[in-house]
């Protein structure tokens, strides 16, 4: 058996909310999600209570006038009724229905119910069992041709012992009458509940017209809301900008108690860490390249004092004037000496870069031109260890000293490192020049590549002499930032590392006419 039910709000029918971006969206579509939901639940519990409410009300009011029609009509009724009797009896009830449209029926004993209108939808197996179980009025929601129903079923009893009849006045639904007083007859009736359906329906009419006024009406506190909590967010997204950028005194107003103001409490802790931080590290900084520069500065002079003398006896050492130990000797501290001058000069040069007062004086030059100078001053132009691949022009704006010392380094660090050949090779490449310099050593490790320009790192932990100070790169690639250029290391698909200084061409370069 079909019950009858009536559809909820279709007001959510494929309602597929997809994901917001941004926090503001975000916020006011969960403003929005609570509020639909909390108006959505509203309307639920109160449609439901409504409608359980319009069906009790039909319900209670069709068995009162049910039984008050048979109070008027069943004591005229002969025992036991033949067929006839029933269906003028049908036909009564049916009239005296009215605007509710009975459609009756009647059996005596169990019986077949006997009905006078052909349209009467026939009556529930269920609920001519109940009434005859309970003994009492009995009522059941079906439908029948697509249209919700309410069928009746109602027992007859005898009054008194004169065989006068009842329909039990005196017991209301929910009682049992007295078994020996039930007179076997028992009318059923059924009317259409389409004006309690359309009350229904226009609950939910109402209720899917009140959604949008709701949800717009709402819109406004979520947009409120979405402000007030984003205000604070922004402000310390601005304030972890400006610390980015730099500015570490950067301080949040945080008024209130919640967590957006703890929060940015916090964000003025870390910043003054930060600040504190920043301000020591500064400090230690400047002390250590304020020492380095005064120690190389202290030992210039008795360096210069020691190279002379070591001039004087490397001449003796060479005249065979001196026993061989001594000359051993004086060889190996004139090395020394010259290393050391040459640590102490690169010092000198490191902490002019990192106290910016690093001159520069660029001339035009074609860079093959530096690159044979630069060769032929070290000896190297001659060398078969050391090849030169020159085929172009290479006009560059360049300071010349600081040029020859990048690639005086790169090639000495290449000797000293890889393996000959080493081939300097100059080449144009639209508004840019490229020097690239090539050995045939094992390369760079892997491990090594992101920290060869850094200051005094060698490959080899375990042999921290290797024959330099570990700034030689260090400065190779400061003097090509200064003159514009970049400087990379890289390996060498065939073997040996290859390290590449790239310059701006004369015409792009700074000054250039």
Known sequence: MRRFRLPLCSAARGFRPHAPRGLRVRLVVAFLLAAAFGALLTAGLTFHRARAAILDRAEET??????????????????????????????????????RAWHASASYRGGEPVTASPGTPPVPDELRRAVQDSGRAVHQRTEHDGRPWLALGMPVA???????????????????????SLSGLTVYAAFPLDDDRSDIDALVTAAEAGAVPALALALVPALFAARSVLRPVRRLRHGAERIAAGELDTRLDAPGRDEL???????????????????????????????????????RTPLAAMAAVTEVLDEDAASGVLPADTEDAVRLISEEVRALARTVEDLMEVSRFDARAAPVHRE???????????????????????????????????????????????????????????????????????????????????????????????????RPRSGGSGLGLAIAQENAALNDGTLTAANHPDGGAVFTLTLPSAASSPGTT
């Open 158 to 180: 005898y009054t008194d012992d004169s065989g006068d009849t009842d329909t039990g006045t005196d017991t209301g639904p929910g009682t049992h009458a007295d078994a020996g």
């Open 261 to 299: 103001a703890d929060l940015t409490r916090s964000f003025n802790t870390m910043a003054e860490t930060l600040e504190r931080d920043s301000a020591e590290l500064r400090r230690l900084e400047a002390g250590a390249r304020r020492f380095a520069a005064d120690v190389a500065h202290e030992l």
């Open 62 to 99: 069709a068995v009162a006038d049910l039984r008050t029609q048979l109070d008027s009509l069943a004591p005229d009724l002969t025992l036991p009724p033949t067929a006839e009797d029933l269906r003028g009896l049908t036909r009564q009830i049916d009239q005296a229905g009215g605007a």
């Open 364 to 462: 035009d030059v074609d860079l093959r031109t530096l690159v044979t100078k630069t060769l032929q001053l070290r000896g190297w132009a001659h060398d078969e260890r050391v090849r030169a691949d020159l085929p172009e022009p290479a006009p560059v704006r360049v300071d010349l000293r600081r040029i020859d010392v990048v690639l005086g380094n790169l090639v000495a660090n290449a000797l000293h490192h890889g393996r000959p050949p080493v081939t300097v090779a100059v080449r144009v490449r639209g508004d840019r020049v490229r020097v690239t310099v090539t050995d045939r050593g094992p390369g760079i490790p892997d491990e090594a590549l992101p920290y060869v320009f850094d200051r005094f790192y060698k490959a080899d932990a375990a």
